[in-house]
């Protein structure tokens, strides 16, 4: 049901908060994501290319690439305790990187089904730069 003037339930900081964590590993319809994602210490992980993040991404992410040859490296310095939430541009790359993510440990990662274009069909707010 979202049109041009945006869903209620789907952005980075309108809407419900999530009370508690989703299963790890797990994909999320957009308002799903959107409210587990608000969650504190939550981290937003956008792991599309630096120029596909610079085209447009979600308010607040952090790009790590996980096509970089340094994805690993990048990874390993990350806190495997913390939440994140995880997208790109479908679902796919997102999907290979939380299965990378748990396998190196991390225990509340998940990611967003249907990728950023998902997101943005539900009303999802994007930004540039």
């Excluded at 299963?23 to 956008?46: C, E, H, I, M, V």
């Excluded at 610079?54 to 990350?78: I, K, Y």
């Excluded at 190196?104 to 950023?116: K, N, T």
Aim: charged share 15%.
């Amino acid at each position: 049901m979202a049109g041009c003037s945006g869903s209620p339930d789907v952005g980075v900081s309108v809407g419900p908060t999530a009370s508690a964590a989703p299963a790890a590993g797990s994909t999320l319809a957009p308002a799903d994501f959107a409210a587990a994602l608000k969650r504190p210490g939550t981290t937003l992980l956008d792991v599309r290319t630096p120029a596909e993040f610079a085209g447009g991404h979600l308010p607040g992410a952090v790009n790590l690439d996980v096509s970089a040859p340094d994805f690993a490296t990048r990874l390993a310095a990350l806190d495997p305790a913390a939440p994140y939430a995880v997208y790109c541009h479908s679902g796919n790359r997102s999907g290979a990187a939380v299965a990378e993510m748990s396998a190196a440990g991390f225990a509340d990662a998940y990611d967003l089904e249907g990728g950023i274009g998902a997101w943005q069909d539900a009303g999802g707010e994007v930004v540039t730069g």
